[in-house]
């Protein structure tokens, strides 16, 4: 049974640093064709991609905030790493990890903890 | 980036009714389309992957159709179950992106 679950702070304040930790079970990022995706969603707004990472580590970034993005991963410890440096209000947003398969296809998601940007 | 167009943003529908989504994307991107289904306050979950293939376990009366910049997801049989926000993705080329989603409620 693949499960994945996101966890970090619910609130950090503007120009900090926001760490989140996917833990996830059921299979493994060494397997070729696997990655990891981290995805955001705003309160009432839609959806969007901002990182993966592969099964052989490569990395891929959102091209608006590739300049803040880090994504990190511990297969030892079936765990995948974001950082977000530089926090603004706007960055408030429900962030998800997500299994990927197939170059893009989203088949397995964290439940998503709301991370809210405020002094 | 590809940019993907949803419409309608909402549309409100009586139980069994045929309910119709489109989604178009800025360039072509032969299938590599995917519909989600989100619940208020849940993650999104996968219905349909490559424009036309139903996830494991997805109800039959959801199905996709469509390739190049043009796709369709449609519900046969509207259920009250399926009052949702419905997403489509491209996966054609990163940035992946999503369309900005359809909000389906019952009439």
């Known amino acids: 049974q693949v499960t994945l679950k996101e966890s970090g702070p619910a609130l950090v304040k503007p120009t900090q640093t926001l760490t989140l930790t996917c833990s996830f079970s059921g299979f493994s990022l060494n397997s070729n064709g696997m990655r990891v995706s981290w995805i955001r969603q705003p309160p009432g707004k839609a959806l969007e991609w901002l990182a993966h990472?592969?099964?052989?580590?490569?990395?891929f970034y959102s091209t608006s905030l590739k300049t803040r993005l880090t994504i990190s991963k511990d297969p030892s410890k079936n765990q995948v790493v974001l950082t977000m440096t530089n926090m603004d209000p706007v960055d408030t947003a429900t962030y998800y990890c997500?299994?990927?398969?197939?170059?893009?296809?989203?088949?397995?998601w964290g439940q998503g903890p709301l991370v809210t940007v405020s002094s | 980036d590809i940019q993907m167009t949803q419409s309608p943003s909402s549309l409100s529908a009586s139980v069994g009714d045929r309910v119709t989504i489109t989604c178009q994307a800025s360039q072509d991107i032969t299938n590599y389309l995917n519909w989600y289904q989100q619940k208020p306050g849940k993650a999104p979950k996968l219905l349909i992957y490559d424009a036309s293939n139903l996830e494991t376990g997805v109800p039959s009366r959801f199905s996709g159709s469509g390739s190049g910049t043009d796709f369709t997801f449609t519900i046969s049989s509207l259920q009250p179950e399926d009052i949702a926000t419905y997403y489509c993705?491209?996966?054609?080329?990163?940035?992946?992106?999503f369309g900005g989603g359809t909000k389906v409620e019952i009439k």
């Open positions: 997500a299994r990927m398969i197939r170059g893009g296809v989203f088949d397995y």
């Open positions: 990472i592969d099964w052989d580590d490569d990395k």
């Open positions: 993705q491209q996966f054609d080329n990163l940035p992946l992106t």
